[in-house]
């Protein structure tokens, strides 16, 4: 991956969080050491009233205790971008995630999932952005910075008991995010690269098809993440420095992401992405058959 962060994150902008900055802080915490720690908790919105600026308040505390640990913000993700997860979440908009280096694993590369709660595994499209971007206006020009595409496959894992969760939940826990894998970019001027409607994408788990979409299903058109991811970051107060990756959704629904599996995903006019994992023993809730999809509240 190209370029890094210099800056960091800061805290939501034009929002009003109602709930105390301790509390805050400590939800964060614990979304962290079940993150490291690959032990699942409750629903934080079983005991904890929070309002979706305190649900990004709570992501955005996160991301400063990944960075006191050493990490830096390489990006940004979307979530819920496709209509059919929108509609089971009973929401209208999309969600916005912070991608970290130490959550990036090359392409081909081995991914260790012992420390894994449940993850799960979605194909997506990825952008790069050739410059960075002043997010602080809601109208800032994302798509003019955009200087690649590639396919990705996105590892998401909710760090809450039986990947259940609220809207507010799943945005505090960075919105499921745990790893990312970019494939081969191609640079925009490339072929047809700036055309990404109807792209067919297939994800297969040791060579079998899993599961077959459409970048369509990513917000009827991926290039609608760039405004979309616009105006959440400027709400939100994330940073997109130059060579950030953006990823802009899933195309199909997530599945169960065993031990020692090998999953590649195709787009069409794309290419191939793929990330294998270590074997080992699979963690506590990966007991389902590839393909089956995960729940929500
Ligand atoms: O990347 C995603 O679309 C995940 C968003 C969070 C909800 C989920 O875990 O499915
Ligand atoms: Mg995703």
Known sequence: MTGAATKTMTEPMSTDPHTPTAVIGACAENLHE???????????TATTSLTLDDAYAVQAAGVR???????????????LTSKAKAEQMGVADVIIGVL????????GGLLDISRGVHPRIEPE???RLGRAVDTSAPDADLRGAVDAVAPALEIIDSRYQDFRFTLEDVVADNTSGSHFV????????EGSATQLLDRAVEMR??????ATGSTTDILDD??????????????????????????????????PLPAGARVTAEVAGLGTVSVSTA???ETAEMTAEPGQAHTHD
């Open 34 to 44: 079940a993150r490291r720690s690959g032990r699942a908790i409750p629903q934080l």
């Open 65 to 79: 205790l990944r960075m006191s640990a050493g990490e830096r913000v390489v990006g940004a993700k979307l979530g």
């Open 100 to 107: 970290t280096d130490a959550m990036h694993v090359p392409d």
């Open 125 to 127: 499209v990825a952008f």
């Open 182 to 189: 970019i494939g081969p970019w191609t640079e925009l001027g």
């Open 205 to 210: 788990v040791d060579g079998r098809v899993c």
């Open 222 to 255: 991926p290039w609608q993440a760039l405004p979309t991811t616009a105006r959440l970051a400027a709400r939100y107060g994330q940073v997109l420095p130059a060579g950030a990756v953006l990823l802009a959704g899933a195309a199909t629904a997530a599945v």
């Open 279 to 281: 074997p080992g023993a």
